[in-house]
């Protein structure tokens, strides 16, 4: 069946760290991949996405490329603030709109 | 604005009273769905539905109905809530590029 494995958090970190968390993916076909983020509080909101292989998607300092080969899509960002604190999720879509989300990783960067 | 809009918001209740949660959104999409988050376990798919009189089970169907009667609506109902549905649930829609748009959440209590 379809399965998403996140990196177990949480992920404690100091401002300006290099981020990774890391997610791979089981499906059949090639999906669609998505990063979604949750702040306290609030509900999930889309981080960033990719459509295709060797797509590499972005947003807020954030990247994250579609590797087939190795059926992953890595949350990378090169410097991390105290506001980036929150519940990273990696969900992907078969095209069938039954999504299948990650545990989700919690990230606190701290001052 | 474009939302999701919940409610309740929080509650408290016990075994056996029927409940509802409301959801609605504005942005006139047809893909609107509902998730459980409980701690270690991301979010789970209860049901989803593409349109209007179209809902489908997703992962965590059991104890749980909804009604798709408007594009914009999409109640859950819990007839007989037990203490294992205490959770926080939220309410998306999907736009067509398939992004999701969440509400806020709503913690259920069951005593």
């Known amino acids: 069946g379809n399965s998403v494995t996140q990196m177990e958090g949480p992920v404690t970190l100091s401002e300006e760290a290099f981020l990774t968390i890391n997610c791979t993916y089981t499906a059949t076909g090639y999906p669609s991949l998505f990063w979604y983020v949750q702040y306290p509080g609030e509900g999930l909101q889309l981080l960033l996405k990719a459509t295709k292989a060797d797509d590499k998607g972005s947003n807020k300092g954030f990247e994250a490329t579609y590797r087939k080969e190795t059926t992953s899509f890595h949350l990378e960002k090169g410097s991390v603030q105290v506001s980036d604190s929150a519940v990273y999720f990696c969900?992907?879509?078969?095209?069938?709109?039954?999504?299948?989300f990650g545990s989700g990783t919690r990230l606190q960067v701290q001052p | 604005e474009a939302q999701v809009t919940q409610n309740p918001r929080y509650l408290i209740t016990v075994t056996g009273k029927k409940l509802t949660v409301t959801c609605s959104q504005n942005?006139?999409?047809?893909?609107m769905s509902w998730y459980r988050q409980d701690p270690g376990l991301g979010l789970r798919q209860i049901y989803y539905?593409?349109?209007?009189?179209?809902?489908d089970k997703g992962d965590v169907p059991e104890g749980y109905k909804v009604s798709r009667k408007e594009k914009r609506n999409f109640p859950l109902i819990l007839e007989s809530p037990s203490p294992n549905q205490t959770s926080l649930y939220f309410c998306a829609s999907m736009e067509n590029t398939g992004e999701l748009f969440f509400g806020e959440g709503s913690r259920l209590t069951v005593l």
């Open positions: 539905s593409m349109n209007v009189e179209v809902t």
């Open positions: 942005m006139n999409h047809e893909y």
């Open positions: 969900v992907f879509d078969t095209g069938r709109r039954a999504l299948t």
